[in-house]
């Protein structure tokens, strides 16, 4: 018998608590949206909008303020300093949105300002790294191709693997294709075709009656605009380090609503006298041990990464702790209510839809 922590006589019923839930992710989005407004939409990083980073370590703590000052006197356009890493670490970021500058200049520039503003508190340069225009908007453009790819990509397989029925997939497949290609036609930037992929998505998904695709990716869109809009509330930068934490984070949310979705799909077929909601408290209460368990471990990790791994990594780790928080959270408490809120507006038979795959697998 696998580990249990949780009793399998436990019968929480999770749907009762959607509408609360509802309520915590409304207003996490809503937050994150208003914060992406606010600020103009995401903050780039250097990766993506061009311009110098200098990383530099001094040997005891000093204020923040005390370097901001220390380096007004610098010829560096659009100068930003920050804290790298934690307090202990004593680092801090320097940023310049100049991209012509020569490297052994500002090297010189910045070393005098703190040799003569900061006198008897020693330094080093760690890194020193420049990323032009061209390459930012380059790096940019291949980032949101990757994102792009991978909605595609997910939206054909959920659409078959969720609803075991492959037609539909190839139909997904053909009318994600064609749409975006005409969108692609009229010259629309990356990132709206980005967002046109999701809408398509969500609409085939509806118009062909794939309940289980449809609240997979629904709770998909659910963790990375939490996730973005975290980070916008924290002022923390988006580069590739984060592109790549998102598509984690989609890969983590999706293998565990498969979980869920899977166990609702066999309940179905062999509790036939139990309404949809409670099979579906059913399943999400049969899963619940398994999903502590993965998720809780995960985290544990990341958390360790986040805490000790240093500044290099932490908010790919950041990212990561709060993409698979919300993905976990999104498993239990969205999705499920999410496939019986479809259920019922799309007119969507789950039971026959469950005989019909059981036909299947018996042929």
Request: net charge negative.
């Amino acid at each position: 018998m696998g580990l249990q922590i949780i009793r399998p006589d436990t019968r929480i019923n999770f749907l009762k608590m959607r509408y609360g839930a509802f309520l915590v992710s409304g207003l996490l989005i809503l937050a994150g949206l208003l914060s992406l407004v606010v600020k103009g939409g995401p903050q780039m990083g250097i990766d993506f909008s061009g311009g110098m980073i200098i990383q530099i370590k001094f040997d005891q703590q000093v204020e923040l303020s005390r370097v901001q000052q220390a380096l007004q006197g610098a010829d560096l356009p659009g100068l930003g300093v920050q804290r790298f890493g934690t307090a202990q670490d004593n680092e801090f970021l320097v940023r310049t949105s100049a991209s012509d500058l020569v490297s052994d200049a500002a090297r010189r520039d910045v070393q005098a300002n703190l040799d003569q503003n900061l006198a008897g508190i020693g330094f080093e340069i760690q890194r020193l790294e420049m990323v032009g225009p061209r390459v930012g908007a380059d790096l940019r453009a291949q980032a949101m191709e990757a994102l792009f790819y991978a909605i595609l990509l997910i939206a054909i397989y959920i659409s078959g693997r969720f609803e075991q029925r492959w037609f539909p997939a190839v139909v997904m497949a053909a009318g994600l294709t064609g749409g975006i290609a005409a969108l692609r036609w009229l010259g629309l930037p990356m990132e709206l075709l980005v967002v046109a992929a999701l809408l398509i998505t969500i609409g085939l998904c509806w118009k062909l009656k794939l309940s289980y695709a449809l609240g997979a990716v629904v709770a998909l869109v659910h963790d990375v605009f939490i996730t973005l809009g975290m980070f916008s509330l924290l002022n923390k930068d988006l580069d590739l380090a984060i592109i790549a934490a998102f598509l984690t984070i989609i890969g983590y949310s999706l293998n565990d609503t498969i979980i869920v979705y899977d166990r609702i799909r066999e309940n179905i077929r062999d509790k036939v006298d139990m309404t949809l909601p409670k099979v579906i408290n059913l399943s999400i209460n049969q899963t619940l041990s398994r999903t502590i368990l993965t998720s809780g471990t995960t985290l544990m990790v990341v958390l360790c990464l986040v805490l000790l791994g240093g500044g290099v990594i932490h908010d790919f780790a950041l990212a990561l702790l709060i993409g698979i928080g919300v993905g976990t959270f999104s498993s239990i408490f969205i999705a499920s209510p999410i496939l019986l809120g479809l259920s019922k507006i799309a007119d969507v038979d789950l039971e026959a839809e469950a005989g019909r795959e059981a036909d299947t697998v018996a042929v």
